[in-house]
């Protein structure tokens, strides 16, 4: 299955000065962040800068106290996350959250439902057009567990798979959602080094094949100085920098912050 890609030059996701307070704590102070079509952006911080509140705003878990985003030239401010997952965002967590008792095949098959064209008459008397559907849904879910080599684990419930297969199935299922964004939330943790290469390489993969846009939240600064054309830095809920990795690394409000004196350290390619 393959995405269309935006085809728009400007912003596909535009955070114009964004802040987000709870009672008298400001997690987010008036955030400008853009993520453009195809994109591999990457938000990173200490503990507590504001990074999961973000993707909470952006994703209409939480509505900023200040501000405006838009998505595709549309506000999406006041939008429920389901409905924002129509319109193209989907997000992993940073604890994973599949659904751990169905098979690996029904959490992939749940999200692809985001779309589906039959409604609940069509469910009841399973006609024509329903049991089309249903087959078309059932090629397109095995296709991407086999691109993802989980097909073997089809019929295994989803909290018997080893913890990075687990990360890989929450991924193929935001992307069953048919998303022009995608949000990952720290998807490295926990994992091992090599898991971390086979990571980054999956992570450029995703966004070449289906062509969308990332936005990546993560601790592990080899992950995101290997795979990210741009990086975001936020501090106490206040954006310190901004640029490419390199900008980013030689950034001394960022050494002070965040990276420390040994950031310089050689980082592992995703091309490896």
């Known amino acids: 299955m393959t995405l269309p890609a935006p085809n728009s030059s400007d912003p596909l996701l535009d955070v114009a000065r964004c ?13 400008n962040l853009q993520v ?13 800068a504001g990074k999961t509140t973000v993707f ?11 501000g405006a985003i838009s998505f ?19 997000r992993t967590f940073q604890n ?44 397109q879910v095995m296709e991407m567990l086999d691109l993802f080599n989980l097909g073997r684990f089809r019929n295994a419930m989803a909290k018997s798979l080893p913890y990075g ?18 949000l990952l939330d720290e998807p490295a943790a926990g994992m091992n080094p090599t898991e971390k290469v086979e990571l980054m390489k999956l992570i450029q993969f995703i966004k070449d094949k289906y062509r969308i846009s990332v936005l990546l939240v993560e601790h592990d600064m080899q992950v995101v100085m290997g795979i990210c054309e741009r990086i975001t830095v936020l501090d106490y809920g206040i954006k310190i920098a901004e640029g490419t990795p390199e900008q980013v690394r ?4 960022v050494i002070e912050a965040y990276l420390g004196e040994d950031h310089r350290e050689a980082k592992p390619s995703a091309k490896q």
Do not use: C
Not at 58 to 64: E, F, H, M, R
Not at 72 to 84: A, T, V, Y
């Open 250 to 253: 030689s950034d001394r409000k």
């Open 165 to 182: 297969s687990q990360r890989r199935l929450e991924i193929v299922r935001a992307l069953a959602t048919r998303p022009k964004l995608l």
């Open 96 to 139: 994973i959250r599949l659904f751990p008792s169905m098979t690996v095949y029904d959490n992939v098959r749940a999200a692809f439902h985001l779309h589906v064209a039959s409604g609940l008459s069509h469910a009841l008397w399973r006609g024509r057009s329903f049991h089309a559907e249903e087959k078309s849904v059932e090629e």
């Open 72 to 90: 595709g030239h549309q506000s999406i401010i006041g939008l429920r996350p389901n409905i924002i997952a129509t319109k193209g965002i989907a």
């Open 36 to 48: 453009g079509a195809n994109d591999l952006i990457g938000l990173i911080g200490p503990n507590g």
């Open 19 to 31: 802040t987000m307070r709870f009672g008298g704590l400001t997690a987010v102070s008036d955030l």
């Open 56 to 66: 909470n705003i952006i994703t209409g878990v939480y509505q900023p106290t200040e």
